[in-house]
């Protein structure tokens, strides 16, 4: 029987894959109704998670929870309760978007006439209508990803898993799905996405967990992890290296409530977060030149998921592929 | 909105569950079958090349061939028509190993899995779906074959049986099918598949007597479980044919019972193993 307040528990997850420990006591608590974030890098653990909550996979450690259902020992239960929007989109390229609807509709049991009637309600909300009776193989990639979200949106269900809901998407349909998941939260979805992208998770959710090698980084708001991380850095590079403890110490000013710059000798720069960009980068620049130091470059970047890393953990992630967010 | 939270079916006793199973796999044969209506040019496609086969085989190299022991060319045409639909049923597991691996790649299994869904359904809808498509690539390669001037020699009776021992053959190869396509990495490997399938259709008697090939080869191919079944259904076609060298050709029928019999008891045990492996 339930006994969770949560949506999603899980205690000291483990799953190993022969050397890798692809989750290593990995802890999650998703209340219901949040947009609940799983950031990190690839490799890091996130969808093997999300496979184990789903039912896919067995742990090999821990327990979890998800809709108050323990996943190894009720799967059917936990089944009957959520949705899954898997890595990659699971959407029939040969029949109709509305059949695909139905088709899912049937197999979530509901009946041949009320499958019908949710495909149509599904095709409205997620502004597919027009293309119902087309097949998905013309639509843009947003639509596609969109058709695959109302999929798993058959039953209203207490808790939906989105892995990388926006991965391979243009701007243009990751804002489209952006609105649905908005969307779908409004209406008292618990959600629970994974994410490579840190404006992603600063957008959509309540609260994102930082996942890295299996194990917990950190857990904030979106707030707090910028307040952690810095939400936007100013760089500053150095002409003479000599000049670089007086860059450092008037970085240091204009630096954010409770961050400090960094010093890269190596490339003769100075980071700092800081808090508003534009008054940050006109007062340096004006201390600058009143010292008399001259800077090979001043600018303001935002942080990549690397950084954030570096200033969260202390190293940086393991792969290439991420750093540019 | 009066939308569910809550899948409906509360149901897990057997009954309830046997009762899905069955429900669940008509739902994923009704997909099937979609995709058959929609897309009819998939029938083309596959059929394509064993009809190119025996177009070739018939005309080209068949005259040339002594497979009745009545002069070169003589009776071909009788011979190879059940080679082509045997072949047709053996080259079939392609199919399902292709259509197994994308649901696969396409996360499709996935999803279901994460569904309340009977999971069997995703095999057992699979594998009827694929039955009724090769009735329907039967029908119309038995067409072609009357319009070539083809005849059964058998009575109806006689006849019907000899379509289903060959839909018997492609039952069984089903679930080789299954293990092959959830062991393979992807869509592109999957057709490579028919780098195996080649041979296992072609080293039989689908074309030739295993009389005619040197001995080593002629034995493999008499024994292959594709040449049980088109001798059996030439048997009862009453195709003529050249006395045979090979035990096993003798007993064509018993054999083409006991093949797809014994296919199935080793790769059904193994497909479930593997479906089962997907949770690991
Ligand atoms: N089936 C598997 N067999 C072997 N190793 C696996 C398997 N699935 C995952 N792994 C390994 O487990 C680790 C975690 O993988 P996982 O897919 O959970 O990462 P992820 O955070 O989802 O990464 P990405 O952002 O690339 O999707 C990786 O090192 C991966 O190589
Ligand atoms: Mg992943």
Same mark, same amino acid.
């Given at each position: 029987?339930?006994?969770?307040?949560?949506? &999603?528990r899980?205690? %000291?997850?483990?799953?190993r894959?022969?050397?890798?420990?692809?989750l290593? %006591?990995f802890?999650? @608590?998703v209340?219901?109704?949040?947009?609940?974030g799983?950031?990190?890098?690839?490799g890091?653990g996130?969808?093997?998670?999300v496979?184990?909550?789903?039912?896919?996979?067995?742990?090999? %450690?821990?327990t979890?929870? &998800?809709?108050?259902?323990?996943?190894?020992?009720k799967?059917r239960?936990?089944?009957?309760?959520i949705?899954?929007? !898997?890595?990659?989109?699971?959407?029939?390229?040969?029949?109709?978007?509305?059949?695909n609807?139905?088709?899912?509709? $049937?197999?979530?049991?509901? !009946?041949?006439?009320a499958?019908?009637?949710?495909?149509?309600e599904l095709l409205?909300q997620?502004?597919?209508?027009?293309?119902?009776?087309?097949?998905?193989k013309k639509f843009?990639?947003?639509?596609?990803?969109?058709?695959?979200?109302?999929?798993?949106?058959?039953?209203?269900p207490?808790?939906?898993?989105?892995?990388?809901p926006?991965?391979?998407?243009?701007?243009?349909?990751?804002?489209?799905? /952006?609105?649905?998941?908005?969307?779908?939260?409004?209406?008292?979805?618990?959600?629970l996405?994974?994410?490579?992208?840190?404006?992603?998770?600063d957008?959509?959710?309540?609260?994102?967990?930082?996942?890295?090698? !299996?194990k917990?980084?950190?857990?904030?708001t979106?707030?707090?992890?910028?307040?952690?991380?810095?939400?936007e850095r100013?760089?500053?590079?150095?002409a003479?290296?000599?000049?670089?403890?007086?860059?450092a110490?008037?970085?240091? $000013?204009?630096?954010?409530?409770?961050?400090?710059a960094?010093?890269?000798?190596?490339?003769?720069?100075?980071t700092?977060?800081?808090a508003d960009? &534009?008054? =940050?980068?006109?007062?340096?620049?004006?201390?600058l030149?009143?010292?008399?130091?001259?800077a =090979?470059d001043l600018?303001?970047r935002r942080p990549?998921?690397?950084?954030?890393?570096?200033? +969260?953990?202390?190293?940086?992630?393991?792969?290439e592929?991420?750093? =540019?967010? | 909105?009066?939308t569910?939270?809550?899948?409906p079916?509360?149901?897990d006793t057997l009954? *309830?569950?046997?009762?899905?199973?069955?429900?669940?796999?008509?739902?994923i044969?009704?997909?099937?079958?979609?995709?058959?209506?929609?897309?009819?040019s998939t029938f083309?496609?596959?059929?394509?090349f064993?009809?190119v086969?025996?177009l070739?085989?018939?005309?080209?190299?068949?005259?040339?061939?002594?497979v009745s %022991?009545?002069?070169?060319g003589?009776?071909?045409m009788?011979?190879?028509?059940?080679? +082509?639909?045997?072949?047709?049923?053996a080259f079939g597991?392609?199919?399902?190993?292709? @259509?197994?691996?994308?649901?696969?790649?396409?996360g499709?299994?996935?999803?279901f899995?994460?569904?309340?869904?009977?999971s069997?359904?995703?095999?057992?809808?699979? *594998?009827?779906?694929?039955?009724?498509?090769?009735?329907?690539?039967?029908?119309?390669?038995?067409g072609?074959?009357?319009?070539l001037g083809?005849?059964?020699?058998?009575?109806?009776a006689?006849?019907?049986?000899?379509f289903?021992?060959?839909?018997l053959l492609?039952?069984?190869?089903?679930?080789?099918?299954?293990?092959? *396509?959830?062991i393979?990495q992807?869509?592109?490997?999957?057709?490579?598949?028919f780098?195996? @399938?080649?041979?296992?259709?072609?080293?039989s008697s689908v074309?030739?007597?295993?009389?005619?090939m040197?001995g080593?080869?002629?034995?493999?191919?008499a024994?292959?479980?594709?040449?049980s079944?088109?001798?059996a259904?030439?048997?009862?076609?009453?195709?003529?044919?050249v006395a045979s060298?090979?035990?096993?050709?003798?007993h064509?029928?018993a054999a083409?019972?006991v /093949?797809?019999?014994?296919?199935?008891a080793?790769?059904l045990?193994?497909? &479930?193993r593997?479906f089962?492996?997907?949770?690991?």
């Amino acid at each position: 029987m339930p006994t969770s307040d949560y949506a &999603v528990r899980a205690i %000291g997850l483990q799953k190993r894959y022969k050397e890798t420990r692809a989750l290593d %006591g990995f802890d999650l @608590a998703v209340p219901y109704g949040m947009v609940y974030g799983l950031l990190g890098p690839n490799g890091a653990g996130k969808t093997t998670a999300v496979r184990i909550l789903t039912t896919l996979i067995r742990l090999d %450690g821990g327990t979890a929870e &998800v809709a108050g259902y323990d996943v190894t020992r009720k799967p059917r239960m936990v089944r009957r309760r959520i949705g899954l929007t !898997g890595q990659q989109t699971a959407v029939d390229d040969a029949i109709s978007a509305r059949q695909n609807l139905v088709l899912f509709g $049937r197999l979530f049991h509901i !009946g041949q006439a009320a499958a019908r009637k949710r495909a149509d309600e599904l095709l409205e909300q997620f502004s597919l209508a027009d293309a119902a009776n087309k097949t998905p193989k013309k639509f843009s990639g947003g639509m596609r990803r969109r058709l695959d979200l109302a999929s798993s949106m058959i039953l209203a269900p207490r808790v939906l898993f989105l892995d990388e809901p926006t991965t391979g998407l243009d701007p243009a349909g990751r804002r489209e799905v /952006w609105q649905a998941i908005r969307e779908l939260a409004r209406h008292g979805t618990t959600v629970l996405l994974t994410t490579h992208y840190l404006d992603e998770a600063d957008k959509l959710c309540d609260r994102i967990g930082v996942i890295d090698h !299996g194990k917990n980084v950190v857990e904030d708001t979106p707030d707090g992890l910028k307040r952690r991380i810095g939400n936007e850095r100013l760089e500053i590079v150095a002409a003479e290296s000599d000049d670089l403890p007086a860059i450092a110490e008037l970085a240091n $000013r204009a630096a954010s409530e409770g961050t400090e710059a960094t010093v890269d000798e190596a490339r003769q720069a100075v980071t700092v977060p800081i808090a508003d960009g &534009v008054q =940050a980068l006109t007062d340096v620049a004006t201390e600058l030149r009143n010292k008399g130091v001259t800077a =090979a470059d001043l600018g303001l970047r935002r942080p990549t998921l690397d950084e954030a890393f570096l200033q +969260l953990t202390g190293h940086a992630t393991d792969d290439e592929e991420t750093s =540019a967010v | 909105m009066t939308t569910l939270n809550v899948a409906p079916d509360t149901d897990d006793t057997l009954a *309830g569950r046997v009762k899905w199973a069955i429900v669940d796999c008509w739902s994923i044969v009704w997909q099937e079958l979609v995709h058959l209506i929609r897309q009819p040019s998939t029938f083309a496609w596959q059929l394509g090349f064993p009809i190119v086969m025996v177009l070739m085989f018939v005309y080209v190299f068949g005259s040339a061939m002594d497979v009745s %022991g009545q002069g070169a060319g003589a009776g071909y045409m009788e011979f190879a028509m059940p080679g +082509l639909f045997t072949m047709t049923m053996a080259f079939g597991f392609m199919n399902t190993a292709f @259509a197994v691996t994308m649901i696969k790649e396409k996360g499709f299994i996935d999803r279901f899995r994460s569904m309340p869904m009977a999971s069997s359904a995703v095999v057992t809808g699979r *594998g009827v779906a694929d039955i009724i498509h090769a009735a329907v690539d039967l029908a119309i390669l038995v067409g072609i074959a009357l319009v070539l001037g083809w005849r059964s020699g058998g009575s109806l009776a006689a006849t019907f049986g000899a379509f289903l021992l060959l839909l018997l053959l492609r039952l069984a190869l089903i679930f080789v099918g299954i293990f092959l *396509g959830l062991i393979v990495q992807n869509t592109e490997a999957a057709g490579n598949l028919f780098a195996v @399938a080649f041979p296992f259709g072609m080293v039989s008697s689908v074309f030739a007597p295993p009389d005619l090939m040197p001995g080593w080869l002629g034995a493999v191919a008499a024994w292959n479980p594709v040449s049980s079944t088109a001798g059996a259904i030439r048997d009862i076609f009453e195709s003529p044919a050249v006395a045979s060298g090979f035990w096993i050709e003798e007993h064509a029928l018993a054999a083409a019972i006991v /093949w797809p019999m014994v296919i199935t008891a080793i790769f059904l045990p193994l497909a &479930v193993r593997r479906f089962k492996r997907l949770s690991r």
